[in-house]
């Protein structure tokens, strides 16, 4: 049972580039999440999804979109990076949504912008 | 939004218990207690969560005080394996969804 899967593990970009950043779950999880954490500031959300088709804006959304197009993924886009997007980004998801559900997260993907 | 208040950092020998405190003074009645862990260079791990009635799991016990104001995670052995961050998070019905980390306790295990 993989779980979450984040790929790629690593990525180094120009300024200016875009990516897409791929996360997988394999539990039938309804509800899914994309995270950045940078040095000393924790987690914080930048978008989430409580269902296939749909998407909305977390904590620092600014510069990113998402698409959930299957149940199974969630992607994450830069359109245009810049260095203060460096940072790494994880994935999680949780079979429904309710402040008792634990979240299941993928083990991130390291992103640098130069 | 209700804050929790951590240590940055704690020691603890290996094979010993460690407690892990955290206080929580503006805890509403309806914000459940969750703890998750981050080993390093992985992604965050769930531990173990509360409402008000201490819980025991195959990882840990958390321990909530009778007033809700403060909790403790209670890893019973402690081995190598278990350093890393671990944040203590109140989710409740006016945050949604959405886990908000604070910058945890960094847990070091002396072997």
């Known amino acids: 049972n993989a779980g979450v899967t984040q790929t790629p593990k690593f990525r180094v970009l120009k300024t200016g580039q875009s990516m897409t950043l791929l996360c997988a779950q394999d539990?039938?999880?309804?509800?899914m999440y994309w995270y950045r954490q940078d040095p000393g500031m924790g987690l914080r959300l930048i978008h989430y999804?409580?269902?296939?088709?749909?998407?909305a804006k977390g904590e620092v959304p600014d510069g990113y979109n998402v698409s959930r197009l299957k149940k199974q993924n969630f992607l994450l886009g830069l359109e245009s990076a810049a260095p203060s997007q460096t940072s790494v980004y994880f994935c999680?998801?949780?079979?429904?949504?309710?402040?008792?559900?634990?979240?299941?997260f993928g083990d991130g993907t390291r992103l640098s912008i130069l | 939004d209700a804050k929790t208040t951590q240590p940055n950092s704690m020691e603890s020998n290996e094979e010993e218990p460690v407690h892990l405190p955290c206080n929580h003074s503006?805890?509403?009645?309806?914000?459940?207690i969750h703890w998750y862990r981050q080993l390093p260079s992985q992604g965050p791990e769930y531990v173990i969560h509360?409402?008000?009635s201490n819980v025991n799991n195959r990882m840990a016990s958390l321990a909530i005080a009778e007033d809700r104001k403060s909790s403790t995670l209670i890893l019973h052995r402690a081995t190598l394996r278990d350093a890393a961050v671990y944040y203590c998070?109140?989710?409740?019905?006016?945050?949604?969804?959405?886990?908000?980390f604070g910058k945890g306790t960094r847990l070091h295990i002396l072997p």
């Open positions: 999680a998801s949780s079979y429904f949504g309710g402040i008792n559900q634990p979240q299941h």
């Open positions: 539990m039938n999880h309804e509800y």
């Open positions: 503006t805890i509403s009645g309806t914000d459940y």
């Open positions: 998070i109140l989710r409740g019905m006016n945050r949604d969804d959405k886990i908000i």
């Open positions: 999804s409580v269902g296939e088709g749909t998407t």
């Open positions: 509360g409402l008000t």
